[in-house]
């Protein structure tokens, strides 16, 4: 997949991603962890990570968060994916994943991909939004008024790679989203 055209803010659209996106997902993923961690962890934990990438990695976890994918309104490339899902009980949003593809690095994708799920939380009646940053994308977070709570180390059940985050948070201001959606 040819990345070299260069995207712009104006030319980005987030969607909802579907199965058929699963593949996209990976090559993100994968190419944002090896290319973009390497200044922050160590090349057995990145490897040891991009293995765990797999196509079943995503398809069970399309049943549990919503993933959205930016792409170029222009020739319809993938520029980078979210998912996340909301925590009703705790009137949370937990961001799970935000990777833009190295190539397309600096055009905005982040943003709009964030400025997309901080939307559906507040229509969601979120309060906060949780998340796990790498060191290496803390400084976006933190640059987007999230703020640090701690450092641990994250492992998915079924990986054979724990990796150091950064634990954040940003409270949503509640700006009215809430009362249009519910008045009447």
């Not at 998912?83 to 994708?109: I, Q």
């Not at 997309?116 to 060191?135: K, V």
Request: glycine fraction near 6%; charge should be positive.
């Amino acid at each position: 997949m040819d990345r070299t055209a260069s995207s712009t803010i104006n030319t980005i659209r987030v969607r909802r991603a579907k199965r058929s996106d699963i593949a996209l997902l990976a090559e993100i993923q994968g190419a944002a962890v090896r290319r973009g961690c390497t200044a922050c962890y160590r090349a057995e934990t990145l490897s040891a990570w991009s293995a765990c990438l797999t196509p079943a990695r995503y398809r069970k976890a399309m049943a549990d968060y919503t993933f959205m994918i930016a792409e170029d309104v222009v020739d319809a490339r993938a520029l980078g994916f979210s998912a996340w899902r909301h925590r009703f009980e705790r009137a949370c949003t937990e961001l799970a994943a935000l990777y833009v593809h190295p190539d397309n690095g600096k055009h905005g994708v982040g943003r709009r991909l964030l400025l997309a799920m901080e939307h559906s939380a507040q229509i969601n009646g979120s309060s906060r939004i949780e998340l796990d940053a790498t060191f290496n994308a803390a400084p976006f977070y933190a640059r987007h008024g999230y703020h640090v709570l701690h450092h641990h180390w994250c492992r998915e059940p079924e990986e054979d790679v724990a990796v150091k985050v950064i634990r954040m948070a940003r409270p949503l201001p509640n700006d009215g989203v809430m009362a249009a959606c519910t008045a009447g």
